[in-house]
């Protein structure tokens, strides 16, 4: 992964003196609330309904155990004891002292971390595939460019006081595991037809009050050619974007606006002058930053371990959770695994500082010492040896982090919520641990086999409700919580926004509202069909009709 330069950790360290003198004129009353919520916000700082929130940054998802050590004593010490991992791969901190904040910062800094552009209108954390570089689905690995767009990103001068916020997700694998087409702009790396590599660029993606699948705007742009492109992409938006109404002030306004192809026009009027300028990627520095991202020092292994093999026919528990939570890798004799924190005990993304010290143990010994974040709120050990897999399993069951359910209903995206979000319209965690209890048996699971449940607590969509094959939104009536339900939506390559069953429901029928669609798909499928097949094949009515029936 990428380790700072001198240069780097100077920068940070400044920035962190910059907002200690920011947060300490604020507190002697010198800045007004205004001039200091762009501070603030630009250093990742929220107030929240109960309390501050610092969102810190885990750029496309890489950290080591070292940093998640630090996290854990960040949480114990200026926090409750716990962590919430989000959709944009970062980590949240729910209850830190305002004035506290500078102090967490500087912690941060000494292990090449920071909370910077995590908020704010600006461009936010890069994500990326959390199997990046060891999928064996993958073309290219896209770390080394998400790399690249960060250092352009981090500090532009221009790009600060955007009309909104603006999300980049880049993907180099046949499967989008990073929701790429319902971001601002997202990146496909691809060859040419003469076997040039470069992106497909789609832009005017997001979700919240208008939800959009991003339209493809340019075919092909080489890889020396994207950053100029990225920034004829933001000019664009920046100047021609609405900033009088924040509800229709971002990029996917716009490009619906103008319609894909003036929009496309424009950025090539745009990138014409920048092409062939200083903004063109030198291979030097593309090869510079690639070398941070060398493969480990990998054992030459055999493609199947004998010991592993016979774990694996003699213990049922361990055949299943290797089914669901473990995935190929391209290094034979590896696996990559997935921690699910998604037990029924624990609420949606949420890990304790102890639980964190556990798990950066377990990358120490199993991963070497590298951890990823994913989008969907679970961690991944990258780089796990085949024939240790049965003795990680124990460990991980016996700390609750190896519930056999990614990929599958209980494995649910869910926002914090009314419980701490002051911009939420109902709580979303109850209703995620309605749904994880009303479908806790794992033989039921299984059954109904690959499927993606989103929550969020209001449309500003911070769960994907949109993109989930179930989406669960939460809605304000008269004073009252309660939740719109949504099929059909999906973040993969097959991108689509889910469409409304009808009206909303009261906090306490939802899991048997989602209990009612699961039985019409069950009854409908046919051999090998997912959710989304079935429900793309037969249409919403039969499962509104369900649902709405007055004697169900």
Same mark, same amino acid.
């Given at each position: 992964?990428?380790?700072?330069?001198?240069?780097?950790?100077? /920068? /940070?360290?400044?920035?962190?003196?910059?907002?200690?003198?920011?947060?300490?004129?604020?507190?002697?009353?010198?800045?007004?609330?205004?001039?200091?919520?762009? &501070?603030?916000?630009?250093?990742?700082?929220?107030?929240?309904?109960?309390?501050?929130?610092?969102?810190?940054?885990?750029?496309?998802?890489?950290?080591?155990?070292?940093?998640? =050590?630090?996290?854990?004593?960040?949480?114990?010490?200026?926090?409750?004891?716990?962590?919430?991992?989000?959709?944009?791969?970062?980590?949240?901190?729910?209850? @830190?002292?305002?004035?506290?904040? *500078?102090?967490?910062?500087?912690?941060?800094?000494?292990?090449?971390?920071?909370? #910077?552009?995590?908020?704010?209108?600006?461009? !936010?954390?890069?994500?990326?595939?959390?199997?990046?570089?060891?999928?064996?689905?993958?073309?290219?690995? *896209?770390? @080394?460019?998400?790399?690249?767009?960060?250092?352009?990103?981090?500090?532009?001068?221009?790009?600060?006081?955007?009309?909104?916020?603006?999300?980049?997700?880049?993907?180099?694998?046949?499967?989008?595991?990073?929701?790429?087409?319902?971001?601002?702009?997202?990146?496909?790396?691809?060859?040419?037809?003469?076997?040039?590599?470069?992106?497909?660029?789609?832009?005017?993606?997001?979700?919240? !009050?208008?939800?959009?699948?991003? +339209?493809?705007?340019?075919?092909?742009?080489?890889?020396?050619? #994207?950053?100029?492109?990225?920034?004829?992409?933001?000019?664009?938006?920046?100047?021609?974007?609405?900033?009088?109404?924040?509800?229709?002030?971002?990029?996917?306004?716009?490009?619906?606006?103008?319609?894909?192809?003036?929009?496309?026009?424009?950025?090539?009027?745009?990138?014409?002058?920048?092409?062939?300028? @200083?903004?063109?990627?030198?291979?030097?520095? %593309?090869?510079?930053?690639?070398?941070?991202?060398?493969? +480990?020092?990998?054992?030459?292994?055999? $493609?199947?371990?004998?010991?592993?093999?016979?774990?694996?026919?003699?213990?049922?528990?361990?055949?299943?959770?290797?089914?669901?939570?473990?995935?190929?890798?391209?290094?034979?004799?590896?696996?990559?695994?997935?921690?699910?924190?998604?037990?029924?005990?624990?609420?949606?993304?949420?890990?304790?500082?102890?639980?964190?010290?556990?798990?950066?143990?377990?990358?120490?010994?199993?991963?070497?010492?590298?951890?990823?974040?994913?989008?969907?709120?679970? &961690?991944?050990?990258?780089?796990?040896?085949?024939?240790?897999?049965?003795?990680?399993?124990?460990? &991980?069951?016996?700390?609750?982090?190896?519930?056999?359910?990614?990929?599958?209903?209980?494995?649910?995206?869910?926002?914090?919520?009314?419980?701490?979000?002051?911009? $939420?319209?109902?709580?979303? #965690?109850? %209703?995620?641990?309605?749904?994880?209890?009303?479908?806790?048996?794992?033989?039921?699971?299984?059954?109904?086999?690959?499927?993606?449940?989103?929550?969020?607590?209001?449309?500003?969509?911070?769960?994907?409700?949109?993109?989930?094959?179930?989406?669960?939104?939460?809605?304000?009536?008269?004073?009252?919580?309660?939740?719109?339900?949504?099929?059909?939506?999906?973040?993969?390559?097959?991108?689509?926004?889910?469409? #409304?069953?009808?009206?909303?429901?009261?906090?306490?029928?939802?899991?048997?509202?989602?209990?009612?669609?699961?039985?019409?798909?069950?009854?409908?499928?046919?051999?090998?069909? !997912?959710?989304?097949?079935?429900? =793309?094949?037969?249409?919403?009515?039969?499962?509104?009709?369900?649902?709405?029936?007055?004697?169900?």
């Amino acid at each position: 992964m990428y380790v700072y330069s001198e240069y780097d950790q100077k /920068i /940070i360290e400044e920035r962190v003196a910059q907002y200690r003198g920011q947060t300490e004129r604020f507190l002697a009353g010198d800045l007004s609330e205004d001039e200091f919520l762009v &501070l603030r916000l630009q250093n990742g700082l929220y107030v929240q309904r109960h309390a501050p929130m610092l969102r810190i940054a885990i750029p496309h998802g890489m950290f080591t155990a070292v940093q998640m =050590r630090k996290m854990a004593e960040l949480s114990r010490t200026y926090d409750k004891g716990y962590a919430h991992f989000t959709t944009r791969q970062n980590l949240q901190l729910n209850w @830190p002292k305002l004035e506290q904040v *500078p102090d967490i910062l500087e912690e941060l800094a000494s292990v090449q971390m920071h909370a #910077i552009q995590t908020s704010g209108n600006c461009i !936010r954390n890069t994500t990326s595939d959390q199997y990046a570089g060891v999928a064996k689905d993958e073309t290219v690995d *896209p770390r @080394p460019y998400c790399e690249i767009i960060r250092q352009w990103s981090t500090f532009h001068p221009e790009f600060a006081l955007l009309g909104r916020k603006f999300k980049i997700a880049v993907s180099g694998s046949k499967q989008d595991r990073a929701a790429v087409q319902v971001h601002d702009v997202g990146l496909y790396l691809t060859h040419n037809s003469e076997g040039q590599l470069g992106f497909k660029v789609y832009v005017g993606g997001g979700l919240g !009050r208008t939800p959009v699948v991003a +339209p493809l705007v340019n075919e092909f742009v080489a890889e020396h050619d #994207i950053l100029s492109y990225l920034e004829a992409v933001l000019r664009v938006y920046n100047r021609n974007g609405r900033r009088d109404n924040k509800y229709k002030a971002r990029i996917k306004i716009l490009v619906r606006a103008m319609t894909p192809e003036v929009f496309a026009e424009k950025v090539n009027q745009e990138w014409a002058e920048l092409k062939d300028g @200083p903004m063109k990627l030198p291979q030097q520095e %593309i090869d510079r930053v690639k070398a941070c991202f060398q493969p +480990p020092a990998y054992e030459q292994l055999d $493609a199947q371990d004998s010991e592993f093999l016979e774990k694996l026919e003699s213990d049922g528990s361990f055949k299943v959770w290797v089914n669901q939570n473990v995935a190929d890798h391209k290094v034979n004799g590896y696996s990559i695994v997935n921690i699910s924190l998604k037990d029924t005990s624990r609420a949606p993304g949420d890990v304790s500082a102890e639980d964190m010290e556990i798990i950066a143990d377990l990358a120490d010994k199993y991963s070497f010492s590298e951890l990823r974040s994913t989008h969907t709120q679970n &961690l991944v050990l990258a780089d796990v040896k085949q024939n240790q897999l049965y003795e990680l399993w124990q460990t &991980l069951k016996t700390h609750q982090f190896a519930t056999p359910n990614i990929g599958l209903l209980t494995d649910m995206i869910c926002c914090p919520g009314g419980d701490f979000c002051a911009l $939420a319209n109902a709580k979303s #965690i109850p %209703i995620a641990e309605q749904i994880q209890r009303r479908f806790d048996d794992l033989d039921t699971l299984h059954n109904i086999g690959e499927l993606e449940l989103n929550i969020s607590g209001c449309m500003n969509a911070c769960g994907h409700h949109h993109v989930g094959n179930i989406g669960v939104l939460g809605v304000d009536k008269k004073g009252s919580e309660f939740y719109q339900i949504s099929i059909g939506g999906s973040s993969k390559e097959d991108a689509a926004i889910g469409k #409304i069953l009808g009206p909303s429901f009261d906090e306490d029928d939802v899991a048997d509202v989602v209990e009612k669609i699961i039985n019409v798909y069950v009854e409908q499928r046919t051999d090998g069909e !997912r959710f989304i097949d079935t429900c =793309r094949r037969i249409g919403i009515d039969p499962f509104k009709e369900r649902v709405y029936a007055k004697n169900n």
